[in-house]
Structures are given as structure tokens and as C-alpha cells.
């Protein structure tokens, strides 16, 4: 472990979090080598990226990066930016679903307000026959994202969620969430010891036991993670079991460990790639610089070379 790595990543989860910050870089473009894991600021970009991802035969979902809506404009505004990513993807024939946050949508204004532009966008992707993944947030969003998933599936089928292994409800709610489709991740917010396992190793035992409960229930099942020791005990899992490939997908994030991704498909097994795109691209590039310290190679070079 580096020394610095824990000062590090509070430096850059404080960073990721403060809106002065958020709101100053949206002037900038895409700035300190951000480009290598964002792709891009408008959706044409961000569609020629993911054209280039299923060309490798991964596929993508498109997440329009957005933090700290406070105002109903700001939130109807990242609804229609949902929907008109929906068209794109549509139009463009691309093998692509979308993913999204809660409280781009206004989950922090009003729960109901942010339900209703949920339904909107959730109606057009069904007619569009697309996938929407609600991305999970800080704990103290998971019970109102869990209950507007809930109302959704009563009319859709098309729209899932994300569970956190750090978190020790974990277990309970993908038992209670048997046959909806589950992104399965550790978890990437700073969490109280009082709801949260802090040590890596429980954290890595409680996601596989995630993955195992999920996987053996039959329902299609996302694990999303760069830990390839994850990645073989899934392997080894699933062949043990008798398995199918078409039950499950792995899934990174866009410019992370793109050798494995590609590896992963020529050994056969799905792979999905998460590409963010936006003006935002702030506070998503620095929760990215806090998992990884390491990863601020990457913003230095990016730094001296713009
Ligand atoms: P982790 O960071 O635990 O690393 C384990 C080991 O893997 C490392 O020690 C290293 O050996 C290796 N490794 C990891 N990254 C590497 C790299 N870049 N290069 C080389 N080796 C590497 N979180 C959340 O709270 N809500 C959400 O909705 C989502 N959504 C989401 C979607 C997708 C597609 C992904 C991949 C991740 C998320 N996450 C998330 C983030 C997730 O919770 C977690 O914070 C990160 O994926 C980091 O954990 P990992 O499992 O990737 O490995």
C-alpha cells in the first residue's frame, strides 16, 4: 500500500464532494486527464466511443454525469438529457443501455417530483426497448432509491438498481430484490462504520457472498468491478455451477483496465463498459482518483500534457 493512499483518497472524496469545485471544472472542459475515463462532453462524442467499444464486442451503458441538482429546472433539464441519450442510442443502433443517478433527477428536492421524471424516461426506454440502471448513491439515498425502484417495477421491467457490498444490509436487500436485474458493486462512498463495513477483506466476502446469492437465484446478474481476484472466483464459481454466460455480465468503467475487458471477451463472457459523459465530469473523476490513488498518474500526465 503507498503510504500516502489514505490521506490521498480522503483529499480527493473531499474534492469529489465540494461544489465549488464541481461548478468551477464544468468552465474548464474536460481537464487533468479526465478524457482518458470520461468520453467526452456532448453524446455524439460519447456514442463514437461506445460504436468503438461494441466493435471490440463489449457493450456499454451511457451515464450523462451530473451532480448536486438543487433547482426543478436543472432536474427536468437532465430528464430530457436522459431521453434524448435514449433517442441517440436508438437511432444510432449502438448495443448500449443507460444508467443514471436519483438525484440528477431531483431525488434531493422532492421524492416524488424525481419518481415522475423517472416514469418519463423509463416509458420512452421501454418503447425503445432499452435498459435503464439507477445508479446507487450515498447511503443516506439507498431506502428512497430501493422504494422508487419498487413503484417503477410495478409497471416496468425494464429498470434495475445497484447494491453496495460494503454495506450490511447488502445481503438482506439482494434477497429482498430476488428477480431484478442487480449491478452488483463494493461500494464507492465514504460510509459510517455505523451502516458500513470499513476493511477491504469483509467488504470482498461480503460482495462474493452478493454475487454467489444473486448468481444462484437465476437472475441476470452485473458484477462490476476491476478486481480480477473477484473476477476468477467468479469464473471458477460459475463453471462449478453449470452456470450459462448469458446469465451474467461483467462490467468496468470506461478506460480502466482495457486489456482485461478485451481479454474477457475472447475468453467468452459478456463484458459491459460504463461510459460517462457531460460538462460534470468533476466529481466522477475524482471518486475515481480516491479509489485509486495510483490512478493520479493519470491526472498528472494529463495536467502537463494540456
Ligand atoms: P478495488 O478498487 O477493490 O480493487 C481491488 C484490486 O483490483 C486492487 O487492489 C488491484 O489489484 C486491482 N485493480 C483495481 N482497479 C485496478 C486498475 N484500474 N488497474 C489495475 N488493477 C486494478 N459504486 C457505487 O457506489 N454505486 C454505483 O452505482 C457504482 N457503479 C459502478 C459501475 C461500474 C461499471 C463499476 C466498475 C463500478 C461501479 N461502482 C459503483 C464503483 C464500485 O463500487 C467500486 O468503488 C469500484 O469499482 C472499485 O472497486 P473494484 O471492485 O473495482 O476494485
Known sequence: ???????????????????????????????????????????????????ELNEKGLSATLDHLGEFVEERTEAIEATDHCIQTLEQIASSGVNCN???????????????????NMERIIKKAAELGIFVRIDMEDYGHCQQTLDILAELRKTYDNVGTVIQAYLFRALDDVRALEGIPLRLVKGAYKESPEVAYQEKEKIDENYFNMIKLHLDSGTYTAIASHDHQIIDRVKAYVKEKGISHSQFEFQMLYGFRTNLQEELVKEGYNVRIYVPFGIDWFGY??????????NVAFALRGFFSK
Open 1 to 51: 500500500m503507498m503510504v500516502l493512499e489514505q490521506p490521498l483518497k480522503s483529499f480527493f472524496t473531499s474534492l469529489s464532494q465540494s461544489k465549488s469545485m464541481n461548478k468551477l471544472a464544468k468552465k474548464w472542459g474536460l481537464k487533468l486527464g479526465a478524457s482518458q475515463v470520461v468520453a467526452g462532453v456532448t453524446i455524439s462524442e460519447a456514442i463514437e466511443k461506445v460504436k
Open 98 to 116: 443507460l444508467s443514471l443517478k436519483l438525484t440528477q433527477l431531483g431525488l434531493d428536492i422532492d421524492q416524488s417530483f424525481c419518481l415522475e
Open 285 to 294: 473523476f475524482m471518486r475515481r482518483l480516491a479509489e485509486r490513488p495510483q
